[in-house]
């Protein structure tokens, strides 16, 4: 009944979407294993589900963090099977946290190591988006460094908490409270839907035309389980699943947005320039508002409700 539900929520709001181009990015590539899979069974599922669906070759945005034989194997894997790898800093730091001086050797530990990996391509995008906006010295310094040492921008235009649904579906493992696996994994590809539709639906308003999209998903398990259906889920309502290489060709990669404060949020950067008034963010990257629809769906309980930390089992009867 909840499948049918949750197709049907699908379908109304896909209906009359616009056709567009989209490419899969996955970030913090190789992720270590989580509530489903050990990190090496994530890696050959994900090689094998883009495999199997035809999908062309997608960019995984990768920190090698040191020179772990796994990490570097896994990445091998992902690169030797056709797909991008590229640079995402060595460690993950956030640019508000560090200083520029840091965050620079950060991507250049991480160049060294990923140089051997085939497919490997200078594309850069900064952990957490942050490009130390408010941080203007900062900020100069570091786009200096990257357009001198000839990385382009890995920018996104179709941002998604998917991180965030991830995080939820670990902590209610952990806690040992009932999953349903299916439940979750439909409601995920409803919301990644829903977040195409808003961002072409801005690129529409503010480009007046559909670009290729970049979206930003992340390397874990719940990309790796739904992976299947999301791709046919995108592509029954009417979008195209395109190389990673030729989203980046499309005229919204013109290296002028590059030095703008926003410039990985790429929509949000052009959308700011020509003074949109509208939303430039869905109510989808709000992650009170994700909790409340998790409610509703009765996929979490009440938040703090009393009796769930005695029992998962009343708990479950009060959602
Ligand atoms: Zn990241």
Same mark, same amino acid.
């Given at each position: 009944m909840r499948t049918i539900l949750t197709l049907c929520l699908i379908q109304a709001l896909t209906a009359g979407a616009y056709a567009a181009e989209i490419a899969l990015s996955f970030d913090d590539a190789p992720q270590p294993g989580g509530w489903s899979l050990t990190g090496t069974e994530r890696t050959e599922r994900f090689i094998k589900v883009l495999r199997e669906k035809g999908v062309p070759p997608v960019v995984f945005y990768a #920190?090698?963090? @040191? =020179?772990q034989e796994e990490n570097l194997s896994r990445l091998l894997k992902y690169g030797e099977a056709g797909h991008v790898i590229a640079n995402h800093t060595n460690d993950h730091p956030d640019l508000g946290a560090v200083s520029g001086k840091e965050f620079v050797q950060s991507i250049a530990t991480a160049d060294a190591a990923l140089t051997p990996i085939p497919n490997y391509k200078k594309w850069f995008r900064y952990p957490y988006l #942050? =490009? @130390?906006?408010?941080?203007e010295q900062k900020r100069y310094f570091v786009k200096n460094y990257l357009k001198q040492n000839g990385y382009r921008s890995g920018y996104i235009t179709i941002e998604t908490f998917d991180w965030y649904i991830d995080d939820h579906i670990n902590t209610e493992t952990k806690q040992g409270n009932p999953v349903d696996k299916s439940h979750w994994i439909q409601f995920y590809i409803a919301m990644i839907v829903e977040l195409v539709e808003f961002y072409d639906n801005l690129a529409l308003e503010v480009l007046g035309r559909s670009p290729v999209h970049v979206i930003l998903l992340h390397e874990n398990d719940v990309n790796a389980l739904s992976l299947p259906e999301l791709i046919d889920q995108i592509r029954l309502s009417g979008h195209t699943l395109v190389s990673a290489d030729r989203a980046y060709e499309d005229p919204i990669a013109d290296t002028k947005w590059d030095q703008h404060r926003f410039s990985q949020r790429r929509l949000m950067a052009i959308a700011v320039e020509s003074q949109y008034e509208g939303q430039v963010s869905s109510r989808w990257i709000d992650t009170d508002y994700i909790d409340q629809r998790l409610r509703e769906a009765g996929l979490l309980c009440q938040e703090n409700y009393f009796f769930c930390s005695f029992s998962s089992w009343l708990c479950e009867k009060i959602c």
């Open positions: #920190n090698p963090r @040191g =020179e #942050n =490009e @130390g906006q408010d941080a």
